[in-house]
């Protein structure tokens, strides 16, 4: 059987994006919808959900087998759960050492270590986009208000932010105004970033709205998984941080709920850019 005939399994996280997935797969052969144990689907309902531990990752991918599945892909945020060593069955202890190996370098390792650990038990790995094109938007303006030269000027100075941090491992998202770096993204997210920026005192130069959220893959990412993504919740955080835009990189940035998130842009006086990398 091949990846094309056999079933799909969504190994979800937070957010929207798995339930995306899943609804657009129904339309062909079921998928598999899976959670981390404590890490609940949102927006499940009634869908059957395989539950699954770390500490039981060979079982899971038996499972898996199980049910017909030849391809996996990983949507949505996830959170390093706490590993109880009692629990390991001897199988997948075994892959331990080089698991732990991996996350000593940084989150993109830790991906790619997972990646190769699925691929090594016979799946096939895609990305979210190879399912929903649509979801990675081309280059242009999405909605009715466009960014000034000193936006675009920000632009170019958050895109070089980001790769700096990427190339560390560090985050995906940085918010430039007028030439200042006013926060980046580190462990914590693009929320909590935006969100410690509601409160950030404001030099009389630099007034609101003033400033851009820019979001890019790292360099070098896997983008089989954990690219970034924006959607209405992320507009939201922007305006309320006193931002007059947000900008992403094109063919690099989930857009998650694209009408919504374009009409609370429009409403909410923001400019969205999908921009071409240069």
Request: glycine share 10%.
């Given at each position: 059987?091949?990846?094309?005939?056999?079933?799909?399994?969504?190994?979800?996280?937070r957010?929207?994006?798995?339930m995306?997935l899943v609804?657009?797969?129904?339309?062909?052969?079921a998928?598999?919808l899976?959670?981390?144990?404590?890490?609940?689907?949102?927006?499940?309902a009634?869908?059957?959900?395989?539950?699954?531990?770390?500490?039981?990752?060979?079982?899971?991918?038996d499972?898996?087998?199980?049910?017909?599945v030849?391809?996996?892909?990983?949507?949505?945020?996830?959170?390093?759960?706490?590993?109880?060593?009692a629990?390991f069955?001897?199988r997948?202890?075994?892959?331990?050492?080089?698991?732990?190996?991996?996350?000593q370098?940084?989150?993109?390792?830790?991906?790619?270590?997972?990646?190769?650990?699925?691929e090594?038990?016979?799946?096939?790995v895609?990305?979210?986009?190879?399912?929903?094109?649509?979801?990675?938007?081309?280059?242009?303006?999405?909605?009715?208000?466009?960014?000034?030269?000193?936006?675009a000027?920000?632009?170019v100075?958050a895109?070089?932010?980001?790769a700096?941090?990427?190339a560390v491992?560090?985050?995906?998202g940085a918010v430039v105004?007028?030439g200042?770096?006013?926060?980046?993204?580190?462990?914590?997210?693009?929320?909590?970033?935006?969100?410690?920026?509601?409160?950030?005192?404001?030099?009389?130069?630099?007034?609101?709205?003033?400033?851009?959220?820019y979001k890019a893959p790292?360099?070098g990412?896997?983008?089989r998984?954990?690219?970034?993504?924006?959607?209405?919740a992320?507009?939201?955080?922007?305006?309320?941080a006193g931002?007059?835009?947000?900008?992403?990189?094109?063919?690099?940035?989930?857009?998650i709920d694209?009408?919504?998130?374009?009409?609370?842009?429009?409403a909410?006086?923001l400019?969205l850019?999908?921009?071409?990398p240069?």
């Amino acid at each position: 059987m091949t990846a094309a005939e056999g079933r799909t399994a969504v190994i979800a996280g937070r957010g929207r994006l798995p339930m995306l997935l899943v609804e657009a797969l129904e339309a062909g052969v079921a998928p598999v919808l899976a959670e981390l144990e404590g890490f609940p689907v949102e927006g499940a309902a009634d869908r059957p959900v395989e539950r699954f531990r770390l500490e039981r990752l060979v079982p899971f991918f038996d499972r898996l087998h199980e049910l017909g599945v030849t391809r996996v892909v990983f949507a949505g945020a996830v959170r390093r759960p706490r590993l109880e060593p009692a629990l390991f069955d001897a199988r997948t202890a075994a892959l331990v050492p080089r698991v732990l190996a991996a996350m000593q370098a940084g989150d993109d390792a830790t991906l790619r270590a997972v990646i190769a650990l699925f691929e090594e038990a016979g799946f096939a790995v895609d990305a979210a986009s190879a399912l929903v094109p649509a979801l990675l938007p081309g280059p242009g303006v999405l909605g009715a208000h466009a960014p000034s030269e000193a936006d675009a000027a920000d632009a170019v100075r958050a895109a070089a932010i980001v790769a700096a941090l990427g190339a560390v491992d560090v985050g995906q998202g940085a918010v430039v105004a007028r030439g200042l770096c006013l926060a980046v993204e580190a462990l914590p997210g693009t929320d909590a970033m935006l969100a410690g920026l509601v409160a950030l005192p404001r030099p009389e130069t630099l007034p609101r709205p003033a400033g851009l959220l820019y979001k890019a893959p790292k360099p070098g990412q896997d983008r089989r998984v954990d690219l970034p993504a924006i959607g209405p919740a992320t507009v939201a955080a922007a305006a309320a941080a006193g931002l007059g835009g947000i900008v992403v990189e094109a063919g690099g940035v989930l857009l998650i709920d694209r009408a919504e998130t374009v009409a609370a842009a429009d409403a909410a006086g923001l400019f969205l850019w999908s921009r071409a990398p240069l």
